[in-house]
């Protein structure tokens, strides 16, 4: 059963949401003043007036509310197969309602499943991944999902797309968290996705009015309900400044784990999770650290390191070594690497970098396209 509140109470909350310059404070105010929203949206201005909200924004609400039909709104919700879910009703996500300003109605389509002992995981990251942020994904997230965790993350290319392709592949359920409404879903590259989510048992959800299209300043509001709804966020790669970073410090905020995937200090993808594990959050080197989290033990042979290498090559000496694991960490994340470079972080003799170098390259184990070295 969805509904704990009356159908008049339910109709208010998406009245109300269909005006965005009253948020979740604004309606916290009228909450606290009137009886319930029903009252609330019914009311005249002198009323208004004495919740504290500002008066330009009450005045505005007057003259739209005359135009705005609910009867209409309804109906295009249900020619879009879009369900509406309030903070009153029943099945209204548990951990989202924990969270400092909750959004008061949330849009969505597909199946939201919000019972108590649902476990999930947010997998948020850069949205230029290296191989080795798909490595991590590819390798880590099926056996997350073996473990009946859902996971969240925001539609966005990059590491937010693998995360729920992964997912999908796995016959996992995934919710994509929209900064847009659901009729305008962004980036348009990933509506095929966002079809394959729901047709598949998982849910695509806003807060935000079907039509809203997909403003910068709504991402770091979709970005507090990523970490709202999990329990933990896991880091995948991310510029120190980012979206994945703001979504790491709500999941803070909230009071949720954050974990992160350390990776090269060389990398400026990697800048976000080595400054996270800094600041304390939970460092990822193997499977079994995700699954503590969930209090799940890893009964998996194999526990995942993310670490794992694989064998190197007959490597003549420590040099050898040297450069051939700088060549390798540049082509994990899908870069390359110039002589000058290894050079200026080996302190190596350039004499000897470069008499390597051609050997790895007559063994076929590097090649040199012009712009830098990368394994063959």
Do not use: C
């Not at 705005?68 to 099945?91: G, Q, R, V, W």
């Amino acid at each position: 059963m969805i509904n704990s509140i009356n159908s008049k109470e339910r109709d208010a909350y998406l009245s109300f949401n269909n005006f965005q310059k009253i948020g979740p404070m604004g309606l916290r105010k009228l909450e606290n003043y009137f009886s319930d929203l029903a009252t609330a949206w019914q009311a005249k201005i002198t009323d208004l007036i004495k919740t504290g909200l500002p008066l330009n924004v009450i005045e505005e609400f007057i003259v739209w509310r005359k135009s705005f039909s609910l009867e209409k709104s309804k109906e295009e919700l249900t020619a879009k197969n879009i369900k509406f879910i309030s903070i009153k009703d029943n099945n209204y996500p548990p951990l989202l309602k924990e969270i400092s300003a909750a959004p008061p109605l949330l849009y969505y389509q597909g199946a939201l499943h919000t019972t108590t002992d649902t476990k999930r995981l947010a997998v948020v990251g850069s949205r230029q991944h290296s191989a080795y942020a798909e490595k991590i994904i590819t390798e880590l997230l099926p056996n997350i999902i073996k473990q009946n965790i859902e996971i969240v993350s925001g539609l966005a290319l990059g590491v937010d797309s693998l995360a729920h392709q992964t997912t999908l592949k796995s016959q996992g359920i995934t919710l994509a968290v929209l900064g847009s409404g659901l009729n305008n879903i962004y980036p348009r590259e990933n509506l095929k996705l966002a079809e394959n989510i729901i047709n598949s048992g998982g849910v695509i959800i806003s807060e935000f009015p079907p039509d809203t299209p997909p403003y910068k300043t709504n991402f770091p509001r979709r970005n507090r309900l990523i970490s709202g709804l999990t329990e933990a966020t896991l880091v995948i790669e991310a510029k120190r400044k980012s979206g994945a970073l703001i979504t790491a410090t709500y999941a803070l905020e909230q009071n949720r784990e954050v974990l992160a995937v350390p990776g090269s200090i060389f990398s400026e993808f990697s800048a976000g999770p080595n400054h996270l594990i800094k600041e304390g959050a939970r460092p990822v080197s193997e499977l079994s650290d995700i699954l503590q989290v969930f209090n799940i033990e890893n009964q998996n042979d194999n526990n995942k390191k993310l670490t794992t290498k694989k064998e190197l090559p007959d490597l003549n000496d420590s040099s050898e070594k040297i450069i051939y694991q700088l060549i390798k960490q540049a082509t994990e994340r899908t870069e390359k690497i110039s002589a000058d470079e290894i050079n200026k972080i080996s302190k190596l003799d350039t004499t000897i970098i470069n008499s390597k170098l051609s050997i790895l390259e007559l063994r076929e184990i590097i090649i040199n396209d012009g712009f830098g070295y990368s394994l063959k």
